[in-house]
């Protein structure tokens, strides 16, 4: 379960931009996960759980935020949505359009709480 080496550095991250702000503790963080990024995010979910114990996360609500696939055909020009990472272009069927959209993995936001 690769999900929790992510979720450990998604805390990792998190945690050190906080710190750089004062922050006494992390009340939401958001992360954006791409439909094709290859992350199940059930997994990501239980692995956070356990990733933020006894962290400035410990109490945080963690919110995710799918992002939709999306891809680019350089032949025809044609925007949209695959099927799978593999989906030809549905217009004129070249067989390699580029996914433009939908492989992050990002820390979108982090609300924290600082020391007064």
């Known amino acids: ?64 935020r799918l992002i939709e696939a999306g891809s680019m055909c350089h032949d025809c020009g044609l925007s949209f949505v695959p099927d799978d990472v593999y989906a030809p272009c549905p217009q004129c069927g070249n067989p390699m359009p580029e996914l433009v959209r939908g492989k992050e993995l990002i820390v979108n936001s982090i609300d924290i709480e600082t020391i007064k």
């Open 1 to 64: 379960m690769h999900e929790l080496s992510i979720a450990l550095s998604i805390v990792d991250l998190v945690t050190a931009e906080a710190l750089s702000h004062g922050a006494a503790t992390v009340s939401r963080v958001e992360v954006g996960l791409g439909s094709h990024s290859g992350v199940v995010p059930e997994a990501l979910e239980f692995a956070m759980a356990e990733a933020v114990k006894n962290t400035l996360l410990e109490h945080a609500r963690i919110d995710y």
